[in-house]
Structure formats: structure tokens, C-alpha cells
């Protein structure tokens, strides 16, 4: 395949940034978006020239560090994937692909393609814990009843891996899907209850804190999230929220 990329190069965070066209050729459709990005960056090194910073590490759509905007879509134009998951046979021989990073005011880009997504780390260490006793009195998981709805609920809600495909691709750069994933995983179960009333409140305190914007239930955020977070999410969390507000 011979594909033109126009990709978003910013030296650092206050250099005002453009895109680049970067001419492509003998790309295998069997690639992965990032092995072609790879190739890429190989012909740039050769040429003396400084390669594309972009974010990735398992590979496999696990970790949620791969993100980029891909003709105007997050993680591209395929479902249920992150970019790691997206492969060249997707795009047509010929094609302009355009890639971008997330953009969102919570997420500063820090070069190139590759934003500080670290306002989603401080939002979870605002609640997305419980407490275990350890002093030797641990009850055993299997000892504790779940019902098996709550259980499949919590489990899908614990499959959000922090990708921010939620915020790319929302107007309002809200993070409501990915915080209303994790106030359910533990607000579903009983392991979760003790913190339950402080967790979802400090969470969305954080959230608010980090400059994400307001649901406005346009439900981009779902269509986009390569885990099929659903905006069921949303509504436990603002249950949530309504119950440990009431409570003080
Ligand atoms: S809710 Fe989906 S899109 Fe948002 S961070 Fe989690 S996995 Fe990514
Ligand atoms: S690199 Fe880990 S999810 Fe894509």
C-alpha cells in the first residue's frame, strides 16, 4: 500500500504545533496501525530526521496507552478496537490518513502524538480503591455472595483501561464514561460499599478539578470506547453521586 500521512508534530508543550505530510510506500495491509507507524519512524531516523513520538506499550489492547486520532475518529474507524488492534487493511491504497492526538484541555499534549493523560491517574487515586484487611481476618472473595448480574456488570465496567477515547471524542471532553466505569466496578459489589459514599464523591470532585466537562448524553464516548463501556455507567455513577450527596 502507498498512503500519505498528515500527522500533528509539536516539538513540546508550548510549541504551537502543525501537521506534516509524510508520503509512504510498500505497507503491508497485514501491518498494524503501529508497526506502520514504526516503518514510518524508521525512514525518518535514517534520514537524520526526528522520528514520531506516539504512545504504546502492550500492543494488544490492554494497557490504554495507545491513542491516537485517526481521520477524525478515536482509535480509528473500526469498533471495539484501540489503535494497537486497528491493521492497514482497514484503509484503502491510496489513502490520506490523518492522525492526531486526543485533544481535550485536560490532556496537554505533550509532543507530537502523545497527550499527559495523568488527570485520569490523580482521579483514581481520589476513590478508585477499596480497603482489604490483611491483618490475617481476610474473608475469602468466594465466601462473599455476588449476584450474577452485579458480578457481569462489574466485571464489563472493570474492562475500561483508561485509553481516554471517552474524552477525545466527546464535545464537552467529558470523563464520565470512564469515571462512571470505575465508581460501578466497586459500587456493584459488596467488597466496595466501605469507601462507597467518599469514593464517588472525591472522584468526581477530581474529575471537576481537572477541567473535564459535563455530560450532555450525546453518547459519542460509548460508540468510540474500545471496551464497549456502556452509558449505564454514566447513570450509576450520577445514582451514585445523588446517594452520598444526600447522606452528607
Ligand atoms: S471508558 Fe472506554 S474510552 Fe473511556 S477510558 Fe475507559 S476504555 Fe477508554
Ligand atoms: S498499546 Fe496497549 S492498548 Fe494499545
Given at each position: 500500500m502507498n498512503l500519505t500521512l498528515k500527522i500533528w508534530r509539536q516539538k513540546n508543550a508550548s510549541d504551537k504545533g502543525k501537521m506534516v505530510d509524510y508520503p509512504i510506500s510498500n505497507i503491508s495491509p497485514d501491518m498494524s496501525f503501529l508497526e506502520m507507524l514504526d516503518v514510518l519512524n524508521n525512514e525518518l531516523i535514517e534520514k537524520g530526521e526526528e522520528p514520531v513520538s506516539f504512545d504504546h506499550d502492550c500492543?494488544?489492547?490492554?494497557?490504554?496507552?495507545c491513542s491516537l486520532y485517526i481521520n477524525g475518529e478515536a482509535h480509528g474507524p473500526d469498533r471495539l478496537i484501540t489503535t494497537c488492534q486497528l491493521h492497514m487493511r482497514t484503509f484503502k491504497d491510496g489513502e490520506t490518513i490523518t492522525i492526531e492526538p486526543w485533544r481535550a484541555t485536560a490532556f496537554p499534549v505533550i509532543k507530537d502524538l502523545v497527550v499527559d493523560r495523568t488527570a485520569f491517574d490523580r482521579i483514581q487515586h481520589a476513590g478508585g480503591f477499596i480497603s482489604v484487611n490483611t491483618s490475617g481476618n481476610t474473608i475469602d472473595a468466594n465466601a462473599i455472595p455476588v449476584n450474577k448480574q452485579d458480578a457481569d456488570d462489574a466485571f464489563s465496567a472493570a474492562t475500561?483501561?483508561?485509553?481516554g477515547a471517552c474524552v477525545a471524542s466527546c464535545k464537552n471532553s467529558s470523563a464520565m464514561l470512564f469515571v462512571g466505569a470505575k465508581v460501578s466496578q466497586f459500587a456493584l459489589l459488596p467488597q466496595g460499599q466501605v469507601e462507597a459514599t467518599d469514593r464517588v464523591l472525591n472522584m468526581v470532585k477530581q474529575m471537576d478539578e481537572e477541567g473535564f466537562g459535563n455530560c450532555t448524553n450525546t453518547g459519542a464516548c460509548e460508540v468510540e470506547c474500545p471496551k464497549g463501556i456502556s452509558l449505564e455507567n454514566i447513570a450509576r455513577m450520577n445514582t451514585e453521586f445523588l446517594k452520598a450527596s444526600l447522606k452528607g
Open positions: 500492543r494488544e489492547g490492554i494497557c490504554g496507552s475500561c483501561i483508561g485509553c
